[in-house]
């Protein structure tokens, strides 16, 4: 059982990699919830329970990767959502461009597509907000 605060969401648009991420990720405990772009992403990330983290791919239908985490940041509650960009568009990219964008838009880890399953569940169980655990014992 993932003892995560909320589930994880994929933001992907291809329905293949989608259910093969949100399938491994069940597979190892995790509860995970999909968008195929970035305004249903949004509606998800504002609704209860609250993602514990966000996996996103950049090229989306209707409103990309870099739209929704412009849009992240006037919102206090979703800029604490940790965000893990998923991309195939990641090797143009220098390690110091990567930690600007980092910096400026809140990004908690880069991943390459094709990515490799168990450094994917690391990365996601790494920067997860995770649940509180119980205080066996104590009074309350």
Not at 20 to 39: D, T
Not at 58 to 72: Q, W
Request: net charge neutral.
């Amino acid at each position: 059982m993932s003892l995560l605060r909320g589930p994880v969401l994929i933001v992907e648009d291809d329905p293949d990699i989608r259910e093969s991420l949100q399938h491994f990720l069940e597979i190892h405990g995790h509860l995970v919830r999909a968008a195929s772009h970035g305004k249903e992403a949004l509606e998800v990330m504002g609704r209860s329970p609250r993602p514990a983290v966000v996996v996103l791919d950049m090229s989306l239908p209707v409103m990309d990767g870099h739209r929704l985490l412009t849009a992240r940041r006037t919102d206090e509650a979703l800029r604490a959502i940790p965000i893990i960009i998923l991309s195939a568009g990641l090797a143009g990219m220098s390690p110091r461009d990567r930690a600007l964008y980092a910096s400026t838009y809140g990004v908690a880890a880069f991943l390459a597509k094709p990515v490799e399953p168990m450094r994917l569940l690391e990365t996601v169980e790494r920067h997860a907000v995770r649940a509180e655990a119980p205080t066996a014992g104590v009074p309350v």
